[in-house]
C-alpha cells in the first residue's frame, strides 16, 4: 500500500525552473533511496538524480550544474530543483522509490509520471 504522489511538471520556457515533487505514504516503510528518472519520446528511461537517507546524491552528467535533489525525512518527500531548463529536458519525468517494510526485502516503486515540457 505504499504510494507516490507526484507534481509540479508543467509548461515551461527555455531558460527557466521547475521544482517537481513526490511524496511517499503507506503503512510502516523505510525509505532507501528515492530519485526522479526520464523518459523522452523514442528513448529509454534514464536516470536524472537519486538521493539516499543518508544524504549521498548521484546525478546524470546532465544534469549536474542545473538540478538539484534533496529531500525531507519528516515528510517522506523528495524534491528536484530544475534550473536553467532546456529543450532536451523535454520528457514524463517518474519518481523512484526503495524501500523496505517491516519483515520484508527491499521493493522498488514507481510514480505515474508527471510532464515537463520546455518550449518557447
Known amino acids: 500500500q505504499v504510494q507516490l504522489v507526484e507534481s509540479g511538471g508543467g509548461l515551461v520556457q527555455p531558460g527557466g525552473s521547475l521544482r517537481l515533487s513526490c511524496a511517499a505514504s503507506?503503512?510502516?516503510?523505510?525509505?532507501?533511496?528515492m530519485g526522479w528518472y526520464r523518459q523522452a519520446p523514442g528513448k529509454q528511461r534514464e536516470l536524472v538524480a537519486t538521493?539516499?537517507?543518508?544524504?549521498?546524491?548521484n546525478y546524470a552528467d546532465s544534469a549536474k550544474g542545473r538540478f538539484t535533489i534533496s529531500r525531507d525525512g519528516a515528510k517522506n518527500t523528495v524534491y528536484l530543483q530544475m534550473n536553467s531548463l532546456k529543450p532536451e529536458d523535454t520528457a514524463v519525468y517518474y519518481c523512484?522509490?526503495?524501500?523496505?517494510?517491516?519483515?520484508?526485502?527491499?521493493?522498488?516503486?514507481w510514480g505515474e509520471g508527471t510532464q515537463v515540457t520546455v518550449s518557447s
Open positions: 538521493i539516499t537517507t543518508n544524504d549521498r546524491t
Open positions: 503507506g503503512m510502516s516503510f523505510s525509505i532507501n533511496t
Open positions: 523512484y522509490l526503495l524501500y523496505s517494510v517491516w519483515g520484508r526485502q527491499q521493493s522498488d516503486l
